[in-house]
């Protein structure tokens, strides 16, 4: 457990950002977590800052699939589903409980694309890239038994295949759990707010040093603690002997300031990179931020047993409905985001039309409507643009950009963090002539603790699924729960000990990062999880430490929240 993480943990954040760095991580999603573990695990003293809450972008609205990508193989990236098969696999084994199997069923429909013999020869390949061999195929009447809600006019048969799935937000939780075991210290709500320069003011380290360049290199960031209740006369100033960029979809603002900052030019050393003389060239946009919106049902009206994955109607894209902690899960669209990045994405009436409308046509039987969703959430993808007309159409490769001395990481896949991490840190290297690592890919996480004792009072399965969550601390989770705290919330599949736990210990700031991130209630009960709010007031209040004013507030801010970014648009 970190002690910056808990209640009074806040008042070590001068001391903290004071101290020489090697490596300052912006950006606290799965891209910067995974970097912020890789470099503490082998040595490197890390820091890591998000600007909002851990998670708060990309990776807590993702489709919560850790897939290989079966559809990149039709797009010809043989290369990206081989990688995210094999770390597919290494999660599975290395993250049990909190990565999970999940098997597809894809119906095979008469005067429908992809056709029964493509579709088996993409499965084939994956198979072998993931090197297992599985039956696919099945009758109408056996893919009827696996998937029966599923419409039957035309439908001849189907295939079923493996990926798996998770609770995003958690994954990032966990990695930075992983990573401040190591040494490493992750701080939310921590504003980058400008980009500092060797030789420019400011304490701490790195003043006047160029590793290898005559000046100009960046050495460090200002930065503004959003939480605290003491106003800042100026930003904190804190060095560094590199800066890396992982705020996904949120890249270029960062990428743009750093080429304005560069007001001189910049004489190429020898470990100058991309950053050289080209240097002062305006650096132009790379990024097409993507939207991907999801509905969210009731498991009891949406049942399934099998993930079901098909071609939308309308366009022929693919749309998956599955089972995930206690609800089904139906997404995604695919649309250019055009709105303000700084606030929560929102679906449109379009996406839900579109969503609905695959349900429609799946589900004929069930007639599902608008009023059997819960919540809904959209994220927005860092999507490299290459200027395709069909957003769908573009690769979901990472890349890694080192320019004026910032080293971008952006673009990829959930599933492929530990592959991001690893590159980030070959191309940091360059940087740090005096670091020797072995950057070979190590077990995602460290060997899971023993077995927990008998707990009779979890609900089956959940011991499992607890040391998924938080491995090495599993046992002190249990400890802090109170009578009945070790039951399921009714709806969810989360014990309302991990409320107390989250509230403890896992550097909750506002009652949306307890509600939808370090929980997911926000996104499994109806209005938000409102009807049980006197119950999680009486557990967190007194964890938080939180005035009643202060929790009025945080609570109001909340549904306001809610209302306009996780339920359907008027």
Same mark, same amino acid.
């Given at each position: 457990?970190?002690?910056?993480?808990?209640?009074?943990?806040?008042?070590?954040?001068?001391?903290?950002?004071?101290?020489?760095?090697?490596?300052?991580?912006?950006?606290?999603?799965?891209?910067?977590?995974?970097?912020?573990?890789?470099?503490?695990?082998?040595?490197?003293?890390?820091?890591?800052?998000?600007?909002?809450?851990?998670?708060?972008?990309?990776?807590?609205? &993702?489709?919560?699939?850790?897939?290989?990508?079966?559809?990149?193989?039709?797009?010809?990236?043989?290369?990206?589903?081989?990688?995210?098969?094999?770390?597919?696999?290494?999660?599975?084994?290395?993250?049990?409980?909190?990565?999970?199997?999940? &098997?597809?069923?894809?119906?095979?429909?008469?005067?429908?694309?992809?056709?029964?013999?493509?579709?088996?020869?993409?499965?084939?390949?994956? /198979?072998?890239?993931?090197?297992?061999?599985?039956?696919?195929?099945?009758?109408?009447?056996?893919?009827?038994?696996?998937?029966?809600?599923?419409?039957?006019?035309?439908?001849?048969?189907?295939?079923?295949?493996? /990926?798996?799935?998770?609770?995003?937000?958690?994954?990032?939780?966990?990695?930075?759990?992983? $990573?401040?075991?190591?040494?490493?210290? @992750?701080?939310?709500?921590?504003?980058?707010?400008?980009?500092?320069?060797?030789?420019?003011?400011?304490?701490?380290?790195?003043?006047?040093?160029?590793?290898?360049?005559?000046?100009?290199?960046?050495?460090?960031?200002?930065?503004?603690?959003?939480?605290?209740?003491?106003?800042?006369?100026?930003?904190?100033?804190?060095?560094?002997?590199?800066?890396?960029?992982?705020?996904?979809?949120?890249? /270029?603002?960062?990428?743009?300031?750093?080429?304005?900052?560069?007001?001189?030019?910049?004489?190429?050393?020898?470990? !100058?990179?991309?950053?050289?003389? @080209?240097?002062?060239?305006?650096?132009?946009?790379?990024?097409?931020?993507?939207?991907? &919106?999801?509905?969210?049902?009731? @498991?009891?009206?949406?049942?399934?047993?099998?993930?079901?994955?098909?071609?939308?109607?309308?366009?022929?894209?693919?749309?998956?409905?599955?089972?995930?902690?206690?609800?089904?899960?139906?997404?995604?669209? /695919?649309?250019?985001?055009?709105?303000?990045? @700084?606030?929560?994405?929102?679906?449109?009436?379009?996406? +839900?039309?579109?969503?609905?409308?695959?349900?429609?046509?799946?589900?004929?039987?069930?007639?599902? &409507?608008?009023?059997? +969703?819960?919540?809904?959430?959209?994220?927005?993808?860092?999507?490299?643009?290459?200027?395709?007309?069909?957003?769908?159409?573009?690769?979901?490769?990472?890349?890694?950009?080192?320019?004026?001395?910032?080293?971008?990481?952006?673009?990829?896949?959930?599933?492929?963090?530990?592959?991001?991490?690893?590159?980030?840190?070959?191309?940091?290297?360059?940087?740090?002539?005096?670091?020797?690592?072995?950057?070979?890919?190590?077990?995602?996480?460290?060997?899971?603790?023993?077995?927990?004792?008998?707990?009779?009072?979890?609900?089956?399965?959940?011991?499992?699924?607890?040391?998924?969550?938080?491995?090495?601390?599993?046992?002190?989770?249990?400890?802090?729960?109170?009578?009945?705290?070790?039951?399921?919330?009714?709806?969810?599949?989360?014990?309302?000990?991990?409320?107390?736990? !989250?509230?403890?210990?896992?550097? +909750?700031?506002?009652?949306?990062?307890?509600?939808?991130?370090?929980?997911?209630?926000?996104?499994?009960?109806?209005?938000?999880?409102?009807?049980?709010? $006197?119950?999680?007031?009486?557990?967190?209040?007194?964890?938080?430490?939180?005035?009643?004013?202060?929790?009025?507030?945080?609570?109001?801010?909340?549904?306001?929240?809610?209302?306009?970014?996780?339920?359907?648009?008027?």
């Amino acid at each position: 457990m970190s002690a910056v993480w808990s209640r009074d943990g806040r008042a070590a954040v001068p001391a903290l950002l004071a101290q020489p760095w090697d490596v300052i991580v912006i950006g606290g999603g799965i891209t910067g977590a995974g970097i912020l573990l890789e470099a503490a695990r082998r040595g490197l003293k890390a820091l890591l800052l998000e600007q909002r809450d851990f998670a708060w972008g990309t990776s807590s609205r &993702s489709s919560k699939l850790v897939h290989g990508g079966l559809r990149y193989l039709k797009e010809g990236q043989l290369g990206l589903t081989r990688e995210s098969v094999h770390e597919r696999e290494h999660l599975l084994q290395q993250a049990a409980g909190l990565v999970e199997p999940q &098997s597809f069923a894809f119906g095979h429909y008469a005067g429908r694309k992809p056709g029964k013999l493509m579709f088996l020869l993409g499965l084939a390949m994956y /198979d072998r890239l993931a090197g297992q061999r599985s039956r696919h195929y099945y009758s109408r009447a056996e893919f009827s038994a696996l998937a029966p809600n599923v419409s039957t006019q035309g439908l001849l048969g189907g295939m079923v295949y493996t /990926d798996a799935k998770t609770d995003d937000a958690r994954l990032v939780l966990r990695v930075l759990q992983e $990573a401040q075991a190591h040494g490493g210290v @992750a701080l939310n709500y921590m504003a980058v707010q400008g980009l500092l320069r060797d030789g420019e003011s400011g304490s701490g380290h790195g003043e006047g040093q160029s590793n290898g360049q005559i000046g100009g290199k960046i050495g460090g960031v200002q930065v503004c603690d959003m939480q605290s209740d003491v106003p800042q006369a100026a930003p904190y100033a804190v060095r560094a002997r590199v800066v890396i960029s992982a705020t996904g979809a949120w890249a /270029d603002g960062l990428r743009l300031q750093a080429g304005k900052a560069a007001a001189h030019p910049v004489a190429a050393g020898p470990q !100058a990179g991309t950053a050289a003389m @080209a240097g002062l060239a305006p650096l132009k946009p790379r990024l097409r931020p993507l939207r991907g &919106s999801h509905l969210v049902l009731p @498991a009891w009206r949406l049942p399934l047993a099998q993930a079901i994955s098909l071609m939308h109607p309308y366009d022929g894209r693919p749309v998956f409905a599955f089972p995930w902690e206690g609800v089904t899960l139906v997404g995604t669209t /695919d649309v250019d985001h055009k709105d303000d990045m @700084a606030h929560d994405a929102s679906i449109t009436r379009d996406e +839900v039309a579109y969503l609905m409308a695959v349900l429609h046509d799946q589900f004929p039987q069930l007639a599902l &409507s608008e009023r059997d +969703v819960i919540a809904t959430y959209a994220g927005v993808r860092p999507v490299i643009d290459t200027g395709k007309a069909d957003p769908s159409k573009e690769g979901r490769d990472h890349a890694l950009w080192l320019e004026h001395g910032l080293l971008t990481v952006t673009g990829g896949k959930l599933t492929t963090f530990r592959v991001i991490a690893l590159d980030a840190l070959r191309r940091a290297a360059s940087l740090l002539p005096d670091w020797q690592a072995d950057l070979a890919p190590r077990p995602v996480f460290d060997a899971a603790p023993a077995p927990l004792a008998h707990a009779p009072q979890l609900p089956a399965g959940m011991a499992h699924k607890l040391q998924g969550r938080y491995g090495a601390l599993t046992a002190q989770v249990l400890a802090a729960a109170q009578e009945g705290e070790l039951e399921l919330i009714g709806g969810t599949e989360t014990c309302w000990v991990q409320l107390r736990w !989250a509230a403890r210990c896992e550097a +909750v700031q506002r009652l949306e990062d307890l509600l939808l991130r370090r929980s997911r209630i926000g996104l499994q009960l109806r209005q938000g999880g409102l009807a049980i709010m $006197a119950r999680i007031r009486a557990i967190c209040q007194p964890e938080l430490g939180w005035s009643d004013q202060r929790w009025d507030a945080e609570q109001a801010a909340y549904v306001a929240l809610w209302n306009k970014h996780y339920s359907l648009p008027a």
